[in-house]
């Protein structure tokens, strides 16, 4: 029930139907085509632009992801590079030793010591380095520990050494119990079948200075795992040499892989791993904190706020179109009733001056017979001196003449308006015409103590008009004026240039004013707001009519109690020149 109102709401909206508020309708109506538009063109604006950029967001997304891989996957492999090739570089030191020299000199244990020496100058990370024979046993030794003599024939290393000629060991503790790893290059020698073995320990810092390359946050983590997980570095997060590291399934010996998986907790994180060659290493980066993708989230805000601006213009262009577009209709529709009005107004003139001419002829006879019958009367009471009711039938006989004096000037006020709306316009000052109409009527405003104020333009371009009906509209205008006023009223009169080709008469008052309903029937024919006493209601209907056929316009307004403002309108003779 509680959707009801918003479903009322929403198709009000959609149908372009005005919802009953009460307020005024055509208010309304146009209030309601206002939301239709706006709603219309947001819809056909904003959905296919929204369809657009979601889709653009979720491929710019889905590339930004593969972005982030792509960048993990190139410090992975340059990580893996340098591990490579500082293994390389090991590997081939000791196989241009183990080649250049025999096998009873690199017993010496001075010259073992020297070559050590200069061999850790030019190539560094180097702990120690020992001669084994072929039986596992060290014959000479040079580091900082007591291994001469001791007996490797039991390790792993050394088997797989012989095996392979040469071996890179995982991380182990071995005598020395602490962390390391070698690496063992096979000498054979010619025309024997007897080998030795050159091995060199190498510091384990080296490994994890190779492993900072690779651009990490506080949770992410890199480290070099054996292919049983066993970590040969150690680990932010994931333990410390020689622990154990969960390795995940299935892991692909060529190229550089990259994994999307979720740990226990169901928190996704990305995996990237890469087998270093000569090696049974793994390089391993765990990435948790998602740094790769803050770009990729500083661009979705800026996104968004794109999409927000753009919304909120289109919105805006929207509003601003469609005010302008209704405010066209309303113009036009106001135009039209208007022209409406004009050619209603036209008709009832026109009907008016046939009705009136018509009307006046049938009138006037009976009522020049009832003046004549009248007079006859008022004679014969005159001259009937013993008449006890004479002054009684002299009062009703004076009222009989006083009423057919009343409806002869009506019959003659539209016999006149029949006969002379085809007036003949001249050029003339209607600064002259004001100042004539208003000497006409000084006395009439000092009897009513009514203030004339007039305010005339100087230098305003002469009218096309005609005097005589002119001052008649003037005359009409003004002693309407005085009629809606008391005593102590003020009337102001005033010219100017409306444009360059109109000059405007402007006659405001103090009076009682005039409410909206009585404004919209103030120049219809037989309408008066003094009561049938003291009006015709013809007056205004007469000077519409004259100031229509001098080419001109007529326009009032009023509030109540705030006074009246009637507005004469007439071309000038010829145009004002605009001044550049």
Do not use: C
């Amino acid at each position: 029930m509680k959707l009801r109102p918003f479903i009322d709401f929403l198709k009000s909206v959609i149908t372009f139907r005005p919802m009953d508020t009460g307020a005024d309708f055509a208010e309304m109506r146009y209030k309601g085509l206002k939301r239709t538009l706006v709603f219309w063109m947001s819809v056909l604006t904003i959905v296919p632009l929204l369809v657009l950029f979601t889709a653009s967001y979720y491929w710019l997304q889905a590339l930004f992801h593969e972005e982030s891989r792509h960048e993990l996957a190139w410090d992975i492999e340059n990580a893996k590079n340098q591990i490579e090739y500082f293994v390389d570089v090991k590997i081939s030191a000791l196989r241009f030793l183990a080649s250049g020299h025999r096998y009873d000199q690199l017993s010496d244990q001075q010259l073992l010591a020297r070559i050590f020496a200069a061999f850790k100058r030019e190539f560094g990370a180097v702990v120690d380095l020992g001669l084994i024979d072929k039986h596992g046993i060290q014959q000479s030794y040079t580091g900082p520990y007591n291994l001469q003599g001791k007996d490797y024939a039991n390790q792993e290393w050394f088997h797989k050494a012989v095996t392979r000629g040469i071996y890179v060991s995982d991380v182990f503790l071995g005598y020395r119990r602490l962390p390391h790893f070698a690496i063992a290059v096979k000498q054979d020698e010619p025309d024997t079948d007897t080998f030795w073995i050159l091995r060199a320990t190498i510091d384990m810092e080296t490994l994890n200075r190779l492993l900072s390359s690779i651009k990490l946050d506080d949770a992410d983590d890199a480290f070099i795992i054996s292919r049983s997980g066993t970590l040969q570095t150690s680990s932010q997060h994931h333990g410390d040499v020689l622990e154990q590291y969960a390795v995940p399934a299935l892991l692909r010996q060529r190229g550089i892989t990259i994994l999307d998986l979720k740990d226990d907790a169901g928190r996704p994180y990305v995996f990237g791993y890469a087998f270093i060659k000569d090696t049974s290493w793994i390089l391993s980066v765990v990435e948790k904190s998602g740094t790769r993708t803050k770009i990729a989230a500083v661009f979705r805000a800026e996104y968004f706020a794109v999409i927000a601006v753009i919304v909120f213009l289109i919105l805006l262009a929207a509003f601003r179109m469609v005010h302008v577009m209704v405010n066209w209709i309303r113009e036009s529709e106001e135009k039209r009733e208007e022209v409406l009005r004009e050619v209603e107004h036209a008709t009832k003139l026109a009907s008016i001056g046939r009705l009136a001419a018509g009307v006046s002829h049938e009138i006037n006879n009976p009522l020049a017979i009832i003046n004549e019958k009248a007079g006859l009367m008022k004679d014969i009471l005159m001259l009937s001196e013993n008449n006890v009711d004479r002054e009684k039938f002299l009062r009703s006989v004076n009222g009989i003449l006083d009423s057919v004096k009343r409806a002869r000037t009506i019959t003659h006020q539209l016999l006149g308006f029949a006969r002379r709306m085809d007036v003949t316009p001249e050029v003339l000052d209607i600064n002259d015409v004001l100042t004539e109409v208003v000497g006409f009527l000084q006395k009439e405003t000092l009897f009513r103590d009514v203030q004339v104020k007039q305010n005339l333009g100087a230098d305003l371009p002469r009218v096309k008009s005609n005097r005589g009906r002119l001052q008649q509209v003037f005359l009409n205008i003004i002693n309407n004026a005085m009629d809606a006023m008391e005593a102590g009223g003020r009337i102001e009169i005033i010219t100017d240039l409306k444009d360059k080709s109109t000059v405007r008469a402007r006659i405001r008052d103090s009076g009682r004013g005039m409410d909206a309903q009585t404004l919209k029937h103030i120049f219809d024919p037989f309408f008066t707001t003094k009561g049938m006493t003291k009006g015709t209601g013809l007056g205004l209907f007469i000077s519409y009519g004259i100031i229509k056929k001098l080419g001109g316009n007529i326009l009032v307004q009023s509030e109540v109690d705030k006074g009246t403002t009637f507005t004469v309108e007439l071309p000038v003779d010829q145009p004002v020149p605009t001044i550049a």
